[in-house]
T-cell receptor, first 115, second 113 residues
Framework: GAGVSQSPSNKVTEKGKDVELRCDPI?????LYWYRQSLGQGLEFLIY????????KSGLPSDRFSAERTGGSVSTLTIQRTQQEDSAVYLC?????????????FGSGTRLTVV | DQQVKQNSPSLSVQEGRISILNCDYT??????FLWYKKYPAEGPTFLIS?????DKNEDGRFTVFLNKSAKHLSLHIVPSQPGDSAVYFC????????????FGTGTRLTVIP
């Protein structure tokens, strides 16, 4: 597609349930990033994928969070046993190449609400 | 630890006047800086960037200034237009090391017609 597509756009889940968030990056973009924005906070880096390299998971806040990227394209962010503090907007971005030079193209995000 | 800081959560400006959004950073390894603009229910979109080898970059109504010694950058919008009303994020990265951008908390700009 023309842009980065994320689904669902909104997700309400009960505390303790698992959720999966999907990101479909721009075709040909080798780099893919997940960020989240909690209320009143900046964008917090979660994880980065570049081609077939091992992902940079340094931003994942706990082992309840995991992500994969299949075939170098679609990525899924999974949060297990969700907690209320997981409520945030989860943003996916892709880039033509790693790093900042080309900038990121962000999706519209998934607003996750844990009740 | 917030390495990129935007200390003004909001700013209101009259249409036609200048908007100045500020950003401070703490990591001296940062050498590339970007501004993103975000409308409600949309992802941030890239606006303008500057490398640390420059102190100014201009693109139409938007100019970014970088003061490396003060670890400070600013975004100037002139003249401001109602369509500029959005949340503006400052971001920074290092050419080596980190694979990601570090973002500030954003400043909500409201341009009053």
């Amino acid at each position: 597609g023309a842009g980065v597509s994320q689904s669902p756009s909104n997700k309400v889940t009960e505390k303790g349930k698992d959720v999966e968030l999907r990101c479909d990056p721009i075709s040909g973009h080798t780099a893919l990033y997940w960020y989240r924005q909690s209320l009143g906070q900046g964008l917090e880096f979660l994880i980065y994928f570049q081609g077939n390299s091992a992902p940079d998971k340094s931003g994942l806040p706990s082992d309840r969070f995991s992500a994969e990227r299949t075939g170098g394209s679609v990525s899924t962010l999974t949060i297990q046993r969700t907690q209320q503090e997981d409520s945030a907007v989860y943003l996916c971005a892709s880039s033509l190449a790693p790093g900042h030079v080309y900038g990121y193209t962000f999706g519209s995000g998934t607003r996750l609400t844990v009740v | 630890d917030q390495q990129v800081k935007q200390n003004s959560p909001s700013l209101s400006v009259q249409e036609g006047r200048i908007s100045i959004l500020n950003c401070d950073y703490t990591n001296s390894m940062f050498d590339y800086f970007l501004w993103y603009k975000k409308y409600p229910a949309e992802g941030p979109t890239f606006l303008i960037s500057i490398s640390s080898i420059k102190d100014k970059n201009e693109d139409g109504r938007f100019t970014v200034f970088l003061n490396k010694s003060a670890k400070h950058l600013s975004l100037h919008i002139v003249p401001s237009q109602p369509g500029d009303s959005a949340v503006y994020f400052c971001a920074a990265s290092a050419q080596t090391g980190a694979n990601n951008l570090f973002f500030g908390t954003g400043t909500r700009l409201t341009v009053i017609p």
